[in-house]
């Protein structure tokens, strides 16, 4: 089969802004690929915030090559003939929509969460049979040759190094709307948190600095103990759109991140992180944040504090993050984040993998 493929990609919000950042990204990725693309949310209130061109109109509206539509709408739609139908992270297509694919030639992924655990390169591309006999084909992104790779656009990297040799706090001011830029030896943290981060610790971590920080909050304040305190100075910003999201990581010398859209941005940033994972049920998201450590390599400091940020251990966080800016870990974080960053740049991305395996897929059927 010549000619693009075309995609239909769904997607049900759990993780709030994660799960339609992943999905917008990867539709996006795919159309500026040449493939048509119908993205199907079901809360596409939830997009409009990381969008701000969407609007929501009952009948969906095209932006940037993708057709952005109400799930509900999908339940009286035809899965494109000879096409491909992205159920992103399991979320479980429209009944009628499912029994139809079996009757139009459709290959069927089941993007899944990003992982670093062992197992994923072994299941990754695997069919699974499905009632409507239909083969599922199990895809996962990941950080590894032997997975489906990392979101990146290919002028990412250029363009992240050409904003970071501009200053700093003229490209934050005019981001943000700030009066005023950082002073020029700050500390600029980005705090994008879930609401049970052990903000405490971070306070007193922070507080205790001899130097100045900015610690910028997207959005509303997180709710707790966070104020202005010694060098430490707590500020409130926009909301920024996901188009700009990279351009307010690249501001910073450290980003505190959640989820996985921002993880991954974080990443291609190539600076020192600190990742809250998605908190899952019996700790299991404890597991993956094990394997995504031994991937990272990052200082031991750095990686006590991670753990500490993630159960939530205040008393931990104000022991590790001063410690973890000190020398030579800070050096050694900085220069691992760089390192790395470069090691998976070299990969085929995402989307660019995904479509290669479809390809493939269908020049074999």
């Not at 509206?61 to 096409?83: D, F, I, K, S, Y």
């Not at 903000?199 to 900015?214: E, F, N």
Request: charged fraction near 20%; glycine fraction near 6%; include cysteine.
């Amino acid at each position: 089969m010549s000619g693009p493929l075309s995609f239909d990609l769904f997607c049900r919000v759990v993780d709030n802004f994660g799960d339609a950042g992943v999905c917008w990204r990867l539709a996006r990725r795919l159309a500026s690929l040449g493939q048509p693309v119908r993205l199907w949310i079901d809360r596409p209130d939830v997009l409009a915030q990381l969008l701000p061109s969407l609007i929501l109109r009952p009948t969906g509206q095209t932006l940037e090559g993708v057709r952005v539509a109400p799930w509900n709408q999908a339940e009286q739609a035809m899965p494109p003939r000879g096409g491909v139908v992205i159920e992103a992270f399991a979320c479980a297509l429209p009944t009628a929509y499912e029994a139809a694919m079996a009757g139009r030639d459709c290959l069927w992924i089941n993007l899944e969460y990003l992982s670093a655990e062992p197992w994923v390169e072994d299941c990754h591309g695997l069919p699974s049979l499905q009632a409507n006999g239909v083969p599922k084909f199990f895809f996962f992104p990941g950080f590894t040759r032997a997975t489906g790779g990392l979101l990146r656009e290919p002028d990412l990297l250029t363009r992240c190094k050409t904003d970071q040799a501009r200053d700093r706090g003229q490209r934050l001011q005019a981001l943000t709307g700030l009066l005023s830029a950082p002073p020029a030896d700050a500390l600029c943290i980005l705090l994008f948190c879930y609401p049970d981060a052990p903000l405490a610790g971070l306070q007193s971590a922070l507080a205790s600095l001899d130097r100045p920080v900015w610690l910028l909050t997207p959005g509303p304040r997180p709710s707790g103990p966070l104020h202005h305190q010694n060098g430490l100075q707590v500020i409130s910003i926009p909301f920024v759109p996901q188009a700009r999201f990279d351009e307010l990581l690249w501001c910073c010398d450290l980003n505190f991140v959640r989820g996985e859209d921002s993880l991954v941005r974080a990443l291609w940033a190539g600076t020192p992180l600190v990742w809250q994972i998605y908190r899952q049920a019996q700790e299991a998201h404890l597991e993956k944040l094990e394997a995504w450590l031994d991937q990272a390599r990052w200082p031991g400091t750095a990686a006590d504090l991670i753990h500490a940020w993630n159960q939530l251990d205040n008393d931990a966080v104000a022991r590790t993050l001063p410690a973890a800016l000190r020398e030579p870990v800070w050096s050694d974080w900085r220069a691992r984040s760089l390192a790395w960053r470069t090691a998976l740049s070299v990969r085929p991305d995402l989307g660019q993998d995904l479509l290669d395996f479809c390809l493939r897929k269908r020049q074999t059927r």
